[in-house]
């Protein structure tokens, strides 16, 4: 019996060895490698040490081995929130993750938007915005719709081919609904930060629901009823189809991606976007 040394060529026809095209990473901390995670939660029990041993048990049926507490605070009388520092021993294949899919159309700067639409619509695109529900945080929708904007970007206001309606926080659907029918809206722009037992998307359903069953003969959003644009932080999970809406917007949405976005659903694909160098399309968007 003879041992083949790694130098030693295989017999001739022997298949070759698939490459390996694996690209594993794991996570870390300190050192490259070290597979070092931290992760919070809170567990519905006074703070002290007994709590902390839970919080380390439960870090361990996780996967965290070593863990250890770095944080515990309590949150109120009964609740106490951990911070936990831990090791895993998990890998990921990146090579096997599918790279996400490219956005189906242009960005375009504000001055395409505005000769789009005034080209193809002869009048001002109207959108109006709620926060509805018991939602009272508007720092979603007046980031897209204020004129002040978001990430350098101004929002929709600033626009001037677009008109703007915010109706601000905890907006009823029916409320939304009459306004939206009342401006003749091409589209609805609805925000929803607050999460807790899934309120985004039963707010998210009901108001679809209610667009729906305002406008019966609807063939599609733009086409006999407004396109319906939701956002928030919590969307990743769901996609428009399972809540009844046209577009979901995740965390980090410009301005821009939504005017971009209501140019490419409610216009013409061939209105274009004006030739900034034809002089009669010129505009002062100081």
């Known amino acids: 019996m003879t041992v083949e040394s790694p130098g030693t060529q295989a017999p001739a026809g022997t ?23 931290q992760m919070s939660f809170t567990l519905p029990v006074p703070a002290g040490k007994r709590a902390e041993a839970a919080a380390l048990q439960l870090a361990g ?15 109120g009388p009964d609740f106490t929130f951990f911070i936990v520092y831990g090791k895993v021993r998990h ?22 938007v505005n000769l789009a639409i005034r080209r193809a619509l002869n009048r001002r695109l109207v ?14 929708i007046d980031a897209i719709l204020n004129v002040k904007g978001f ?16 109706m601000g926080a905890q907006v009823t659907v029916p409320e939304l609904v009459e306004r939206a029918k009342a401006e003749n809206a091409d589209a609805v722009l ?24 305002e406008y019966p003969t609807a063939v599609a959003g733009g086409m ?6 939701v956002g928030g932080p919590r969307f990743d999970t769901v996609a428009e189809a399972d809540l009844g809406v046209d577009r979901i917007f995740g965390k980090g949405t410009t301005p821009a991606e939504v005017a971009s976005y209501l140019v490419h659903a409610l216009l013409p694909a061939d209105s274009g976007s004006g030739d900034p160098a034809d002089p009669a399309d010129q505009e002062d968007e100081s």
């Not at 049926?61 to 949150?75: I, Q, R, T």
């Not at 959108?127 to 979603?140: E, L, Q, R």
């Not at 006999?224 to 644009?229: D, F, Q, T």
């Open 61 to 75: 049926k996780m996967g965290l081995d070593p863990a250890s507490v770095v944080h515990a605070k309590p949150m």
């Open 91 to 112: 890998l990921v294949d990146y090579a096997s993750i599918p790279v996400p899919e490219e956005r189906a159309y242009p960005l375009l700067t504000s001055q395409e």
């Open 190 to 213: 609805v925000s929803q930060v607050v999460t807790q037992r899934n309120a985004h998307l039963h707010n998210t359903k009901q108001m679809a629901a209610a667009f729906h069953a």
């Open 151 to 166: 990430a350098g970007e101004k929002g929709l206001e600033y626009y001037r081919e677009i008109q703007v309606v915010n």
């Open 15 to 37: 298949p070759a060895e698939p490459a390996d095209t694996r690209q594993v990473i794991r996570p870390y901390g300190d050192t490259t490698g070290d597979g070092m995670v």
């Open 127 to 140: 959108v109006v915005g709620a926060c509805i529900g018991t939602d009272a945080h508007t720092v979603g």
């Open 224 to 229: 006999g009823r407004p396109l319906l644009v």
